[in-house]
């Protein structure tokens, strides 16, 4: 990760889209990540993780992209790699992703971000969840907070999202059986969907 050339990025993105985050607590999440931390957001567009960005601009956070976005286009790829991203092969079983994203949450001590709805949602309509997301969390035990954009991202026009309170899984009792990884992701659905109610609640929409 090019964390300059972030920097840089981040701040353009503010110039631009000067987006506006609010908070569910706001004296625990100050714009600083204070331990490893799985970043999980809804799915706009390719520009959701540059907005992430600007407002942990601190914090290293490595995003998660499909693979095919590294391959088909060779400025794409530059970019993501300068940016640290993660590639996640869509079309085939591939666990390297999830081992690599543990790897950098307890060794690295940095920050993920992963989009589990795994393609663009339409019309603020939040997709069902990729149970990915249970897995790494259930794996590296560390602490998840949720994040709601409000889109479409419009040039110059302010971008609203909000943060929420850093939470962890319930631990697998039983082990990762099929219903935990269910019953997990689907809460963390349920708990992106509360958390987009109370953004549109603030900004009155």
């Not at 991203?85 to 992703?97: A, E």
């Not at 302010?158 to 019953?183: N, Q």
Request: aromatic content about 10%.
């Amino acid at each position: 990760m090019d964390k300059i050339f972030c920097a840089i990025i981040a701040f353009l993105v503010h110039l631009v889209f000067h987006p506006k985050a609010y908070y569910m607590d706001k004296q625990k999440q100050k714009n600083r990540l204070t331990e490893p931390t799985i970043l999980v957001s809804n799915h706009i567009n390719h520009l959701d993780g540059t907005i992430i960005g600007t407002i942990f601009r601190r914090d290293p956070i490595h995003h998660l992209a499909a693979k095919d976005r590294f391959e088909n286009n060779k400025g794409m790829a530059w970019y993501l790699r300068h940016t640290g991203c993660i590639p996640i092969d869509r079309q085939n079983v591939d666990t390297k992703w999830v081992y690599q994203s543990v790897d950098i949450l307890r060794n690295q001590k940095e920050n993920i971000c992963i989009y589990p709805e795994g393609r663009h949602g339409k019309n603020r309509e939040i997709l069902p969840f990729h149970s990915g997301i249970t897995t790494i969390a259930a794996i590296a035990g560390v602490q998840i907070v949720l994040v709601y954009i409000d889109g479409p991202y419009n040039f110059f026009k302010r971008t609203k999202l909000i943060v929420g309170t850093p939470f962890t899984l319930d631990p697998p009792t039983e082990g990762m059986t099929a219903d935990y990884i269910k019953a997990q992701t689907e809460k963390l659905h349920d708990a992106m969907v509360e958390l987009q109610g109370e953004l549109l609640k603030r900004i009155n929409k």
